[in-house]
């Protein structure tokens, strides 16, 4: 017995007609640029690509910026080959991801040669910069000791990013013994200054119990965390809502003390 009324019934036929051949075409459009490439009709093949490069597709993506970072039949552009990879690569497609990392070793070694030299003449924002150039390996090999140095310089000229990479760096030891009270101190004072990722790893610090405050522990990190929030950090407003739910009646305490944080830390 047919349960659906003639027009539902014929509206659900057409969608499922719809997507049947939706598959092909698409396919078929990948197919004919590949044919066109390797005929060399670029236009052809650019034609092609670029709808389904519009719509997300990871593979035409990557071919549009092979393309023009080569100047392959057009004009050779490497920021918009870039944002061609860039997309592919948020879909974690493997050659974008493999040939958006040349554009940004090539742009990291390049900066290099301002920053080093900066760094070195005592500029703390371009010590702060080396300093993470060195821990992720930014046009250089990785150094996690190069990176606390740098660090370190930064924060010895009160530099806000330098003293929450100093901290962050004590916290994670990077290049550095692990020491948690060194951290939770570099991160407590960012944090009194209003500085936000230093009130978001001081927040994560309480919420994951490794801080000092004991059985202070959740409220501290909801009053933090929400300051975070409070400024644009969406990890931090994330954890508040668990924090939240976890406190539970509780949870009018560390309003409170979010309210008082909010007056006398920096916003």
Sequence with gaps: MNFLSPILSRALTGALLCAL?????????MKQAKKFLAANDIDGAVAELQPLARSGNAEANNMLGVLYLEGNGVSQNTAQAKAYFEAGARTGHLASLK???IILDAEYKEELKTVMPAAESGAADAQNRLGRMYEFGY????????AFNWYQQAANQAHADGIMNLARA?????GVPQDLARAEAGYLAGAQTGHVDSMFFLGTMHFAQISSAGT????????????????GHAAAAAMVTRLA?????QVTAAEALYNEYKQTNGN
């Design 245 to 249: 739910l976890k406190l539970g009646e």
């Design 170 to 174: 004590y916290n994670f030891g990077i």
């Design 216 to 231: 202070d522990a959740d409220r501290q990190a909801y009053a933090w965390l929400k300051l975070a929030a409070d400024n």
């Design 99 to 101: 040939n958006l990392n």
């Design 21 to 29: 051949l939706a598959t092909p075409a698409y396919a078929a459009s």
């Design 139 to 146: 046009g250089m090999a990785a150094s996690p000791a190069d």
